[in-house]
């Protein structure tokens, strides 16, 4: 009775208990830096062109063995590459390295930037600078068929607005389809994919300038009227006058005044 009775567990196992918070903070910061370290692994693979569209990946214990890191380091690694669309994985057979998706790889940086809740203004200046670089290509490039097409979308918008009443979530649906199938023409995967995303992100404003004032609806026509005609003509001068004159009513409408250069 008189003696003292020692701790049940291992003195490293009451180190831990002392020092539990800092143990798993360390232990954490570890399998973020292996995760980190099979995810550049992998992308140094496939950048210096040893890893392929198709190429099959080695299964998780060899992976792990091979770069010195955990099975969960690696089946996280995995997680967050199947996320971005590199690698896909088929049950009973392994992992592979997909053919890539542009759009789905793009996702994660739509909700990035909505949840940083990126300024208007930066919005504005991107749109600017990416709808001048597509019209300028859809001007020297585009067929006559694009162009037909590119005609009736703008016909679609005109009946839309001449509809009473007005159905508003079509009429920007209309809109956006006539600027998507611009950035279409100009057969750069990159560029319509980051075009995408900008439109997304600015088609809620857009949306609430039509809210706002009907007569927006026809300012709109006006403007993709103007665009259609700098194609028409092949006119890259017309063209930048025309993209200047729609984002600055744009602007305007959507009281982006202060951001003027």
Same mark, same amino acid.
């Given at each position: 009775i008189g003696q003292t009775q020692?701790?049940?567990?291992?003195d490293d196992f009451f180190n831990f208990l002392l020092h539990n918070k800092q143990s798993l903070a360390s232990d954490k910061k570890e399998r973020e830096s292996a995760q980190k370290h099979v995810i550049?692994?992998?992308?140094?693979?496939?950048?210096?062109?040893?890893?392929?569209?198709?190429?099959?990946?080695?299964?998780e214990y060899d992976l792990a063995e091979q770069l010195g890191v955990s099975r969960d380091s690696v089946r996280e690694a995995i997680k967050v590459l199947q996320s971005y669309g590199v690698i896909k994985i088929q049950r009973g057979d392994g992992m592979y390295i997909?053919?890539?998706?542009?759009?789905?790889t793009l996702e994660p940086l739509l909700f990035s930037i909505v949840l940083s809740k990126v300024d208007k203004s930066e919005i504005y200046k991107l749109r600017c600078s990416l709808e001048q670089s597509i019209l300028n290509e859809v001007i020297e490039n585009a067929s006559e068929s694009d162009i037909q097409y590119i005609r009736s979308?703008?016909?679609?918008?005109?009946?839309?607005?001449?509809?009473?009443?007005?159905?508003?979530? $079509?009429?920007? *649906?209309?809109?956006? %389809?006539?600027?998507?199938? @611009?950035? +279409? !023409?100009?057969?750069?995967?990159?560029?319509?994919?980051?075009?995408?995303?900008?439109?997304?992100?600015?088609f809620p404003f857009i949306r609430q300038t039509y809210e706002s004032n009907p007569c927006n609806h026809s300012h709109a026509l006006e403007?993709?009227? $103007?665009?259609? *005609?700098?194609?028409? %003509?092949?006119?890259?001068? @017309?063209? +930048? !006058?025309?993209?200047?004159?729609t984002l600055n009513h744009w602007m305007q409408r959507s009281e982006l005044n202060n951001i003027k250069d």
């Open positions: 020692s701790f049940p567990f291992s550049n692994y992998i992308k140094k693979e496939i950048m210096e062109g040893r890893l392929q569209a198709g190429d099959q990946l080695p299964n997909t053919k890539g998706d542009l759009l789905k979308l703008i016909e679609e918008m005109r009946q839309l607005y001449s509809q009473k009443p007005q159905n508003q979530d $079509e009429f920007v *649906k209309s809109d956006y %389809n006539f600027h998507i199938e @611009l950035a +279409k !023409i100009t057969k750069n995967n990159l560029l319509q994919g980051l075009y995408s995303i900008i439109l997304c992100l600015s403007d993709h009227e $103007e665009i259609l *005609k700098a194609i028409e %003509n092949r006119d890259l001068l @017309l063209g +930048k !006058i025309a993209i200047d004159i």
